[in-house]
């Protein structure tokens, strides 16, 4: 089923909503996230105030979800609960900002939830600077009453983004493999989720074997490889729609495509004669393109976020290192000099890092470097880790984590991510077994 499209307005003047401010003013709340290590901005959340009897649930969910997606960002330190000096209510006329600084908070949220006449349910929140006694964002949603979850993530996102000065992350989805079953005879299904872990369902049912989904940048449209009668099968697959078409068989692939930042091409991985080199397809031609011919293994291909560059992973100097190239192919540099080996590189949305998976002495690491291989930095560690996704901010990444397989044959496979100071991780949550993440743009 088709989603409703975002329903987002920004209000002002005689509805009292000021529309987003595009830079800092003196003295207000404002959270750097270059520095690498700060201490979480306290940002009061109550209640909202219920226009009716039957909006109270939800004026309570949605601050709760706020509240979630900010603590889990880690810059962030929410103060809720509902015994607050200034009730809901009172909060419409405008916050008694002493009182609000009694709880050490420096922001504050308020809102109100209301039903239209369509059915809709519609939401105005307001962010304060609880210090310089300012409003700094007002908006007004609407969205179908199931639905209001997205509107709580549309609200985190705008603080978020008024507090930062960069783009959210939690109006996104996950697809991810679901797995089941001993470490011999696993059963993998393509499955999505919401950011936090709500929402989920099974977009596969189990009868194929299908592995590493990758998201379209542009488009809410996902790749992933199916073995489709024992042969390697790639999908091109419609999320808005759920219409699914087969993108072609290719026997000696070992990887679904990860698209070009246009989202018109992609760029794989493919074996021939024993030797697997790089290869772009135009998607409205199907015509493919080969980029590398150089003895050995070249694979797990990302595209920058310009298009004009391509990291790929090569063992071309005798082991595992990451390299990056033009588009076309053309002057292929390794920039991976660490110890240990090195795998799975992928570009970050903003340019500015390639995360990648590590193997040294026989345990596994997320990190990310510089395009050129400078400012190496290790995220995560375990006993396996592997499979980076960023977030479309570039501030977070998605992995999965591996338990050894025990002696009756069962493993535990876990979804997991880490900002980028290393400093805060999170589990995230499935209700099964989890592995090769993929994130989403944020929504349209």
Not at 22 to 30: A, L, Q, S, T
Not at 83 to 101: M, T, V
Not at 171 to 182: A, F, H, K, L, Q
Not at 208 to 213: D, E, I, K, Q, S
């Amino acid at each position: 089923m088709p989603l409703p499209r975002r329903s987002v307005m920004a209000l002002a003047g005689g509805a009292g909503l000021a529309g987003l401010i595009p830079g800092p003013v003196k003295g207000e709340i404002r959270v750097d996230i270059n520095q690498g290590i700060l201490d979480p901005l306290p940002i009061a959340i109550p209640d909202f105030f219920a226009g009716a009897e039957n909006n109270v649930e939800l004026a309570q969910q949605i601050p709760a979800v706020i509240a979630s997606n900010l603590l889990r960002s880690g810059l962030f330190r929410p103060i809720t609960g509902s015994n607050f000096i200034q009730s809901p209510e009172a909060l419409q006329a405008g916050p008694d900002f002493a009182s609000w600084r009694t709880y050490q908070a420096q922001g504050l949220v308020s809102g109100r939830v209301d039903s239209e006449a369509d059915g809709r349910t519609r939401v105005e929140f307001r962010l304060w600077d609880a210090v310089a006694e300012t409003q700094l964002v007002g908006l007004a949603l609407s969205s179908d009453e199931d639905r209001w979850r997205r509107i709580a993530h549309q609200i985190s996102d705008a603080i978020f983004r008024r507090v930062t000065g960069d783009e959210g992350y939690f109006d996104t989805r996950i697809v991810y493999i679901s797995e089941t079953g001993p470490a011999n005879r696993r059963t993998k299904r393509l499955a999505m989720m919401d950011q936090d872990g709500e929402g989920h369902r099974f977009l596969t049912d189990g009868s194929v074997l299908v592995l590493t989904p990758r998201f379209s940048p542009r488009v809410q449209q996902i790749t992933y490889l199916a073995y489709y009668n024992r042969k390697p099968r790639v999908y091109l697959f419609d999320i808005e729609s759920g219409r699914q078409e087969v993108l072609g068989d290719f026997p000696n692939m070992s990887f679904a495509p990860r698209f070009s930042p246009d989202g018109a091409r992609v760029i794989m991985s493919m074996a021939d004669s024993g030797n697997s080199d790089v290869f772009t397809m135009d998607l409205p031609t199907r015509q493919l393109r080969r980029l590398t011919r150089e003895p050995g293994i070249e694979t797990s291909p990302s595209y920058s976020p310009d298009g004009r560059r391509v990291c790929f992973e090569s063992d071309r100097g005798g082991s595992q290192q990451i390299y990056v190239m033009n588009a076309d192919g053309s002057q292929p540099t390794r920039i991976s000099f660490g110890e240990g080996r090195y795998a799975g590189p992928v570009w970050s949305p903003r340019g500015d890092l390639i995360a990648f998976t590590k193997i040294f002495r026989g345990r596994f690491y997320i990190g990310v470097m510089r395009p050129d291989g400078n400012s190496e930095k290790l995220l995560a560690d375990a006993f396996h880790v592997e499979g980076p996704t960023w977030a479309p901010n570039g501030r977070a990444i998605m992995y999965f984590t591996q338990s050894p397989t025990g002696e009756n044959g069962a493993q535990v496979v876990r979804l997991a991510a880490i900002d980028l100071t290393g400093q805060h991780g999170w589990q995230v949550s499935t209700p099964l077994d989890g592995s090769d993440p993929a994130w989403s743009p944020l929504l349209p």
